[in-house]
């Protein structure tokens, strides 16, 4: 049996989607199995005796924690329950660069204790450090349909943008086989591409232009926090957009290929298959 977290994001439900296509025997975890139509348990990462119930005869799990202050504490909450149920393989889906700092105001410090707890859980283990996501340009939707530009705050930028199929089909890959145990994988698409570049994307599937506004990093950090977000999470925004903006997310991996087989897809061919979203 396949345990799945973070079940109803993007990448969880995908690789439940592609479990089930399979035939694979997998369980969704969540705290609202009554989102799911597929099997699921009701448990939390902060519940340690949920954690323990949701493990109950599963034999490989899926490590997918949102992203929050808590997410450390939820990584080694999940590791400890795997190893208390006899779990024997362990997949985490980190973040590319995780481990290159300490700061704590840097998404890349988050996952580090995380991938220690896994690497030394004596359990079979695979981690999976994907760059940005390419659904993440569905935050602009509502922007790209009123024909507003959309905000930048890195500059000219770029990122290894991966599709989230892309990371799906890779994670379901290291849950069902052994070729990919004790295997950190960065996970990126074929291209660096900032955000201008990104919606130059956008408007030519889309068959209008699409622009773009630069904004200061002290403006958006005042409008975060002005609409109430937590001053950890506004920091952290803040030194990902610096990072990206000062070129330090512009790198790419083969590793994609080498564990599908094929070239990793494109932004524009995530753009294509979620156009309506734009439209």
Do not use: C
Not at 37 to 43: D, E, F, G
Not at 83 to 112: F, M, N, Q
Request: no cysteine.
């Amino acid at each position: 049996m396949i345990l799945v977290t973070g079940a109803t994001g993007t990448i969880g439900s995908e690789v439940l989607r592609r479990l089930a296509a399979r035939g694979e025997q997998a369980l969704a975890m969540t705290r609202d199995p009554a989102k799911l139509s597929a099997r699921a348990v009701k448990a939390d990462f902060a519940d340690p005796a949920s954690l323990d119930r949701a493990l109950e005869g599963v034999d490989t799990v899926l490590s997918l924690t949102a992203f929050g202050r808590e997410l450390p504490e939820h990584d080694l909450a999940l590791v400890a329950a795997a190893g208390r149920a006899g779990t024997k393989k362990i997949v985490k889906i980190s973040a590319i660069g995780t481990g290159e700092t300490d700061d704590e105001k840097d998404i890349r410090s988050w996952h580090h204790h995380g991938e220690r707890a896994v690497r030394d859980s004596g359990m079979a283990w695979t981690i999976l450090r994907p760059a940005g996501f390419a659904g993440n340009a569905l935050m602009w939707a509502d922007t790209v349909r009123a024909g507003e530009p959309i905000p930048n705050t890195t500059g000219s930028g770029g990122q290894g943008v991966v599709d989230p199929r892309d990371v799906a089909e890779v994670a379901v890959e290291a849950l069902t086989g052994g070729a990919h145990d004790g295997m950190t994988y960065e996970l990126t698409g074929p291209e660096v591409i900032s955000v201008p570049e990104q919606a130059r994307v956008l408007g030519q599937v889309l068959g209008r232009e699409v622009t773009t506004v630069e904004i200061p990093l002290e403006a958006a950090r005042q409008g975060m926090l002005a609409s109430g977000a937590e001053p950890l999470l506004v920091e952290v925004a803040m030194t990902g957009a610096a990072f990206v903006a000062a070129g330090g997310a512009e790198r790419l991996s083969g590793d994609v290929a080498a564990v599908l087989g094929r070239a990793p897809r494109r932004f524009a061919d995530w753009v294509r298959d979620h156009r309506a979203a734009f439209e």
